[in-house]
C-alpha cells in the first residue's frame, strides 16, 4: 500500500491554505500528498453562504496570500480587482483562493468520497473512507490535516426553523417567510444582525434575543470579537429606529422570551457552530485538540472553523475564525517542517 506524506480531510478554505503553505515550504510534498473530500467546491464558504458578505475584507484577504511565497505574486495580479477596504461576498473569497492555488494542486492526488475514520498505527495514519457507490477504502499518509468544516448550532425549541444559511441568503429567505410573520431570532453577533435585515426586508417582525450586556456590541469600542463593517452599520440603523417591526430581548428576560416565541412563526439560530464531524479518531469523539500545536492526535492535524486558533483578552477566550486567522495558525504551528520529502 502506498504512503502518502500528506493526506488533506476537506477542501474548504482552511485546506486550500494549508496547499498554499505546503507550496511554498516543501513543494517537493504535493507529488506526495492527497486530498479526500466528497465534493471538491471550495467547502462552505461556496456551496452554503456564497451570497454572504465576509467580516474579511479584500485587504485583508489579500495580505493572507502574500504571507505565503506559492500565492504572493497571484495575489499582486488580482490586488486591484475590488476594493480594498470593504468586506467581500465569501464566494468571491473561496474562489479567488482555489485560483491561487491551482497550479499546485495539479500535483496533488484527489479522492472524490467521506472519510470515516482515522487511526494511529505506529508511525503512519489509516484513513477509511466511503466513496459515493458505497464501497469503502483505506490509505495511508505520515501526516493527515483535518479540516472538516463545522456546522450552525441550534437549539430545542418546536418552532419551524429557518435554515441559517437560507437567513443569510435574501433571495431564499423569500421562499420560507410570508410579509407579516413573526420570527425569533436568537443571536446578534455579526450574522445575526446581517438576518435582521434580511427578515425586515422580507417584511416580517423580528423579535432578537441577545444573551449579551447590550444588544450589539461594536469592534469600534474595544470589542475583540465586536460586529463592524456592514453588521455595525445595520445595527447603528435599528438603533436609530430607521428599521421598523424589531424588538430586542435579553435573553435574561424569560418571560419576554417565552412570550416572544409563544407569537412566532418561525424561529432562526445565530448563536455560532460547532464541530459535529461524525469521523472518529482512535476509535473516539474527533472533537478534542490542542488549539496551539493544531494536534488532534499523534500526526493528526486539525485547522479551519473546526479547529481554530483562540485568543485571550481580558481573561475570555475567542475563537479566531477567518482566512487570516487560519493563515496565522498554519503559519504559527508549521507542521511541515518535521515531514521528510524522502
Not at 493526506?7 to 505546503?22: P, R, T
Not at 470593504?86 to 467521506?114: D, N, Q, W
Not at 492535524?301 to 483578552?313: C, D, K, L, M, Q
Amino acid at each position: 500500500m502506498m504512503v502518502y506524506k500528506v493526506a488533506c480531510v476537506g477542501f474548504g478554505s482552511a485546506n486550500m491554505l494549508f496547499i498554499a503553505y505546503m507550496a511554498s515550504v516543501a513543494p517537493s510534498l504535493l507529488q506526495q500528498t492527497v486530498i479526500i473530500d466528497p465534493y471538491f467546491d471550495n467547502g462552505a464558504l461556496q456551496r452554503s453562504w456564497p451570497r454572504v458578505r465576509s467580516n474579511t475584507t479584500w485587504e485583508q484577504f489579500i495580505n493572507s496570500l502574500r504571507r505565503f511565497k506559492a500565492t504572493a505574486a497571484y495575489a499582486e495580479q488580482i490586488a486591484e480587482t475590488h476594493p480594498q477596504d470593504e468586506p467581500t461576498y465569501l464566494h468571491v473569497l473561496a474562489k479567488s483562493l482555489r485560483e491561487a492555488i491551482s497550479p499546485y494542486l495539479r500535483k496533488i492526488h484527489t479522492i472524490k468520497g467521506h472519510v470515516c475514520q482515522l487511526n494511529n498505527e505506529e508511525v503512519v495514519v489509516s484513513i477509511k473512507y466511503k466513496k459515493s457507490n458505497g464501497t469503502e477504502h483505506i490509505i495511508q499518509a505520515e501526516k493527515v490535516i483535518f479540516s472538516p468544516g463545522s456546522i450552525p448550532k441550534t437549539m430545542s425549541h418546536s418552532l419551524p426553523t429557518i435554515p441559517f444559511h437560507v437567513a443569510l441568503d435574501s433571495r431564499q429567505l423569500g421562499d420560507y417567510v410570508s410579509p407579516g410573520e413573526r420570527v425569533v431570532l436568537f443571536g446578534l453577533a455579526h450574522s445575526g444582525v446581517l438576518i435582521i435585515k434580511n427578515l425586515v426586508e422580507s417584511q416580517c417582525f423580528v423579535s432578537a434575543v441577545y444573551n449579551t450586556e447590550k444588544p450589539f456590541l461594536y469592534a469600534r469600542d474595544g470589542e475583540y470579537d465586536g460586529i463592524k463593517q456592514d453588521a455595525a452599520q445595520i445595527a447603528d440603523d435599528i438603533t436609530a429606529g430607521k428599521l421598523e417591526n424589531i424588538e430586542l430581548i435579553s435573553w435574561s428576560s424569560g418571560e419576554d422570551v417565552q412570550d416572544a416565541l409563544l407569537r412566532a412563526d418561525w424561529v432562526v439560530y445565530s448563536i455560532g457552530f460547532e464541530n459535529n464531524t461524525p469521523v472518529l479518531i482512535n476509535n473516539q469523539s474527533a472533537r478534542n485538540y490542542e488549539p496551539e500545536k493544531a494536534l488532534i492526535a499523534p500526526n493528526i492535524y486539525g485547522f479551519g472553523i473546526a479547529y481554530p486558533s483562540f485568543s485571550e483578552v481580558n481573561g475570555r477566550k475567542f475563537w479566531d475564525v477567518s482566512i487570516p486567522s487560519f493563515t496565522d495558525h498554519i503559519l504559527n504551528t508549521n507542521i511541515l517542517s518535521t515531514v521528510s520529502s524522502e
